[in-house]
């Protein structure tokens, strides 16, 4: 059986939406789970392995059935009709994936469970558009062998790429700024369901069907409806909480609720702040400025709204420069919070910075005496490089002679398990590395101060007390009964004999401390990742340089069975390593930036029009002289065995511009 070309299918037209809708579903989706995952960046690659795994499953579905396709028309317009329910309806089944693993708040998955989801989530979608890709070749060239597409292949590869990679950077510039990801998966979604009637006129009463779904879709979303889908979900997530907001920005998702008088706020399903925990206030902002003897000019990085701000202007400070990388969050803040939670912004000592702190660290104008981070533990890439060697050193730079330098990390009381050891001993071993003095005032949240100057820093809690009392601070729990039992000889010699261990140093290219993080916190739950942790970590570094003699001698054994082998293996290490070097550039990205989620979307549009560059210079020459073929493709697996060896020198140019 054959089939003929169908010249009225504009099947690069097809391509190119192809791409784009692909493109636009995969960072959505992305997105979606990374917020659903506390934006641990481990989610990446579980989503981007899961969606090329079912991507090539529907492209292979396709081809296998290629034969008995007479109408590939059909076909097409039926499966973009198909986006339209499966785009949608997969973005609300994110937002329930919490629920279905019966995941407690706070609570971060294990790797199983988080690829699990993942895999089965976006099955349906990708099997889809591997299948309209095949179909979409199969409609442009029917090839010779009854239906099998042959080299207008990469005529097709080179306009899906083009649209992928248009896609991403509209998402990226403008989609994202314009819609919310409901709203715009549903416009996606609608595309694609709207491309039928073009492709496939054949039979009046299945065109006016189609037509009629059309216009019930633009009803649908100009009627509300999406958005009440959209909120919806957006409680489901936070069920059995008064959710009085839950949007997404650039940066996140921004959620804020409300127990009574009291409100929280959270980012990427990760707790934020309180306004009514005034004790994480206090502790963060008086011990180190206390510990100064007098605070002029004080930088803070994060979580201001909570109470940190208030606290810090009891203080006869000058200047307060506050550092928060996501206006929505002071938006947001302002909107809802009570006119009593907001007085603190009003104070002309006060200014506001919308940033990313290490951006601003650099490129500050003057030094600080007191520098505090009032951020969430490492639990992430974009966290964790606020506690790597590389920002000790920049915000050192920043700070007077005598400055101090605090962070908090989650603790214990009276125990700590050799997990949160690991934890407290790589970052204290990485605050050494830059700070002649280093102390630590153990508790729920341990407490790190560091000085470039020794002698600074003290233990004494009559000299704490003797400047409180001077400043006449009004605290409710740092005060003259508080700061001896803090302070203890016990629980200091406690924390001292912890921390004289030596740690493993944590960087922005061995983000240790994440790790490590994460092993702590699924202790709490499970002890499968710890496990998995700890038999990884037995493994030799010798054993991963044997796998390219496996992979050699796997293509070499093959060749006595098809000639082909080896070019076969090729790609399969060709697609392996493109996915391998994506989530390395995303990683590196974050740690550079600290956004990769907004992002995203022009990350993954850069390889594609790389790959749309390569296509372009492939079929040149293949078109002008096909016998450089095998010489040029030698060159391109060079190159892809040489490309990781120079990104490091690529992330240390941008880091230090």
Known sequence: ???????????????????????????????????????????????????????????????????????????????????FLILPVTIIAARHVKEALRLQPGEIPGILPMAGSAFVLLAPLAVVLGGLFTLICLAY?????????????????????FGAAAGGAIFSFLLVRLLPAMHLAFAVALV????????????????????????????????????????????????????????????????????????????????????????????????????????????????GMGGSLREILKHPVEQVDYVELDPKIIEISMKYLPPAELKPLEDGRVQVFYADARWFVKRAGHRYDAAILNLADPHTALVNRYYSLEFFREISAVLEPGGILALGVSSSENYLNEEAKDLLRSVHTTLRRVFADVKSIPGDRNIFLASRSSGVLTYDARILIGRLQERRIDAKY???????FRLSADRISYIQNVLREEGDLNTDERPIAYLYNIVLWSTRFNTGFKNLFIKLRAIPPSFFFLLPAFIFMGGWWGKKFSPTAPVTVSIATTGFSEIIFQLVVILGFQALYGYAYYRIGWIMASFMAGLCLGTIRARGIMARTPERVPRVYKMAQLGIALYPAMLPAVFMAFRDG
């Open 141 to 161: 060239e029917p090839g010779r062998k009854g239906g099998v597409p042959s080299h207008g292949i990469s005529e097709i590869y080179l306009w899906e790429s």
């Open 478 to 484: 740092v005060r003259e009964y508080y700061l001896p």
């Open 1 to 83: 059986m054959s089939v003929e070309r169908d010249q009225n299918i504009p099947t690069k037209a097809f391509a190119f939406i192809l791409g784009a809708t692909s493109m636009i579903g995969q960072v959505l989706l992305l997105r979606e789970m990374v917020t659903v995952f506390y934006g641990n960046e481990m989610a990446y690659a579980v989503i981007l392995a899961s969606w090329l795994f079912w991507i090539a499953f529907g492209s292979y579905a396709a081809s296998a059935i290629a034969l008995r396709i007479k109408r590939p028309a059909l076909w097409i317009s039926a499966l973009q009709g198909a986006v």
């Open 192 to 303: 694609n369901l709207a491309l039928g009637p073009v492709l496939d006129r054949r039979g009046e009463r299945f065109f006016m069907m189609k037509m009629a779904l059309i216009v019930a879709g633009i009803a649908f979303i100009l009627s509300g409806s999406v958005g009440k889908i959209d909120r919806w979900t957006r409680a489901k997530q936070w069920k059995g909480l008064d959710v009085i907001v839950s949007t997404d920005s650039i940066y996140g998702n921004i959620a804020m609720m409300r127990i009574g008088s009291e409100y929280n706020l959270y980012e990427n399903g990760m707790f934020s702040y309180a306004t009514s925990d005034e004790l994480t206030s206090e502790e963060s902002v008086h011990f180190p400025l206390l510990e100064h003897p007098r605070p002029r000019r004080v930088l803070l990085i994060g979580n």
